[in-house]
């Protein structure tokens, strides 16, 4: 049975050991260094204590899983989290977020066939030192490769199959989807998953090889309404106008945005991945207001990016995906497209400009010179020759 939680936070107010004390002084050393507030070091005291009545050897380190269930108590997470760590009393048994969502998705198949895809799932995310030798992947393709086979992993076992070893080409050919994202995504899915099943011999053979694949169907970019832009840069929010500044005169992405630090910005330029890139006035502007804001509203946080907020300003971890642009219509990989859509037509095509420009590979950049012959995407030169780009904006290029 569960622990009582009222039971619980009674014991947890008479919790006292040696375990307390020395994690107290280091959740005083943490906060007085991170800048937290005197409810949120409170917060994570009383966390600790409900972990010292919940816990059943007193003294061990604390399992992150156990950290989980703190909530039921009214306790506090992340920061206890984080101190746990710098005191060097946690064990991170803690599953990704691609172990949960395979989990989530095999959780109904056969035992030999989960097997067969947890030795796939390891190699993906470990790679492998044995012939044929892999580099791990990243989670997210493998989280790509798992939507796209699952579906028709769980196909075969409505019609029997308990392993994989049993899968011929025709079964394969059979299930895929017709077309679209969907077939791209369990070709190359199964397509990785039988090559690691073949070298580690737990299939006779590999029923995907020689299979042809689908080639992907490429979009076309296409431009934004320049009145949501506009709407965008003049956002009474500072993180939001900055953010969307970056995107819309550098054609940053949002991962760049997350990550970018306050040393990457030294007068008036912006040293990413390589590249000086001279910030635009309007960006400085913005940029100026935003950290008039993030002074005020957190002097004593110690992170080192560039945008924090609320939940990451007490530690040093980036922002969240959805920071700020939950607060906006605009999407950062939209504007990104459409900015960059702009300067190839600005430019009359000029791929190699593009390329030194956002970072570009030349493939990259032949998507959108491409779109220079769409008629719905036509450009006529401005009377007075000036260079601006479809939305009426004025073009990012700089000379």
């Known amino acids: 049975m569960d622990p009582d939680p009222a039971v619980v936070r009674e014991r947890a107010f008479d919790a006292d050991s040696d375990l307390i004390r020395h994690c107290s002084a280091v959740v005083r050393n943490h906060a007085a260094q991170h800048g937290w507030s005197k409810r949120q070091t409170n917060d994570v005291i009383r966390s600790l204590r409900l972990l010292q009545a919940l816990q059943d050897t007193p003294g061990a380190k604390i399992r992150a899983t156990d950290v989980l269930e703190l909530p039921r108590y009214d306790g506090n997470i992340t920061s206890t989290l984080d101190v746990l760590a710098a005191a060097d009393m946690l064990i991170d048994d803690r599953p990704s977020h691609v ?13 030999p066939m989960r097997q067969q895809l947890e030795v796939w799932l390891e190699v993906m995310l470990n790679g492998s030192g044995q012939a044929p030798r892999q580099r791990s992947r990243d989670p997210q393709t493998a989280r790509i490769h798992i939507m796209g086979i699952t579906p028709i992993l769980h196909t075969w076992v409505d019609a029997g199959h308990l392993s ?50 689908t080639p992907v169907n490429a979009n076309v970019p296409l431009p934004l309404d320049t009145d949501a832009i506009r709407r965008a840069l003049d956002s009474p929010d500072p993180a939001i106008a900055l953010a969307v500044a970056l995107v819309a005169f550098h054609a940053l992405t949002a991962h760049q945005l997350s990550r970018l630090a306050l040393t990457d910005i030294v007068d008036r330029r912006l040293r990413l991945d390589g590249r000086d890139i001279p910030l635009a006035g309007p960006v400085r502007v913005r940029l100026t207001a935003w950290l008039d804001h993030r002074n005020r509203t957190w002097p004593g946080t110690i992170n080192p990016h560039l945008f924090v907020g609320r939940v990451s300003a007490p530690r040093l971890t980036p922002v969240g995906k959805q920071f700020p642009w939950k607060g906006t219509d ?25 390329c030194d420009l956002f970072g570009l590979s030349i493939e990259g950049a032949m998507r959108y010179a491409l779109t220079l012959a769409h008629p719905d995407l036509e450009r006529r030169p401005p009377d007075d020759g000036a260079s601006t780009n479809l939305d009426g904006l004025p073009s990012m290029t700089i000379d």
């Open 99 to 111: 172990e949960r969502y395979f989990a989530a998705k095999t959780a109904r198949l056969p035992e």
């Open 164 to 213: 994989l070893a049993e899968i011929t080409p025709e079964h394969v050919r059979a299930a895929l989807p017709a077309s679209g994202a969907r077939r791209n995504f369990a070709e190359y899915g199964l397509r990785s998953l039988f090559k690691v099943l073949k070298a580690r011999k737990l299939i006779f053979a590999n029923p995907t090889r020689g299979m042809p694949l």
């Open 330 to 354: 605009v999407r950062p990989q939209a504007l990104r497209e459409d900015r960059i859509l702009q300067e190839i037509h600005a430019t009359g095509g000029d791929v190699r400009r593009v």
